[in-house]
């Protein structure tokens, strides 16, 4: 059997946001009691809590909304890669050493354990050189175990811009604690959110 590792972060009351953003948010609509037989509940959120692909549409006002994207960025060969501690851009050289015979996917971690029940400011982000150079190898999706793949107060989002620019895909707040350094099958899929400019994911990893 393959061994499958979640890297997904758990959403629920109190999972971090980016300040200003929606909390995760559950009431009750129904609740099983006497005629009543089902549990049905209401969710308020952000698109970006928890384990996220963005859609252009998020830093783009022309771009695609996320239920409109091809998903075959969001399946398929993956390669983990560590850069632990790095902080606070994730350069060429933390990720060099295992950038031979890329797949498309690349998944970097910075954590030595994913903060997933608080906010961190001081969060790692890449560079945009180093999205640049990981496209030209032909990457086609970058993910990261932070809430962004650009500096927390970042106002110019210089990585997203990159992105943008070359039409890659990209994954956030994945949490890669176990996950040795080496290839995988990722498994990530947005939601068909015809009009959302990002989607939660249950991303997972299996052995290849």
Request: glycine share 6%.
């Amino acid at each position: 059997m393959q061994r499958i590792w979640d890297i997904s972060p758990p959403v629920q009351a109190g999972a971090p946001v980016f300040p200003g953003d929606t909390p995760y948010q559950q009431q009750w609509a129904a609740q099983i009691a006497p005629g009543c037989p089902v549990n049905v509940s209401t969710l308020t959120l952000s698109p970006h809590v928890g384990a996220h692909a963005d859609a252009p549409l998020h830093y783009d006002p022309q771009g695609h909304a996320v239920g409109m994207l091809d998903l075959t960025p969001y399946l398929g060969p993956c390669r983990v890669i560590h850069a632990i501690g790095i902080g606070p851009l994730v350069q060429w050289q933390h990720i060099a050493h295992a950038v031979q015979d890329l797949p498309p996917r690349v998944l970097v971690r910075t954590y030595e354990r994913a903060p997933v029940d608080r906010w961190d400011p001081q969060l790692a982000a890449y560079a945009p050189e180093t999205v640049e150079k990981l496209a030209a190898l032909g990457v086609r999706l970058i993910g990261i175990d932070t809430a962004s793949i650009d500096p927390a107060d970042s106002k110019s989002l210089d990585s997203h811009q990159v992105i943008r620019r070359l039409d890659l895909r990209v994954l956030e707040n994945l949490v890669l604690d176990d996950v040795p350094e080496g290839d995988y099958e990722l498994i990530a899929l947005p939601l068909k959110l015809v009009t959302a400019d990002a989607s939660p994911v249950r991303a997972i990893l299996r052995e290849l």
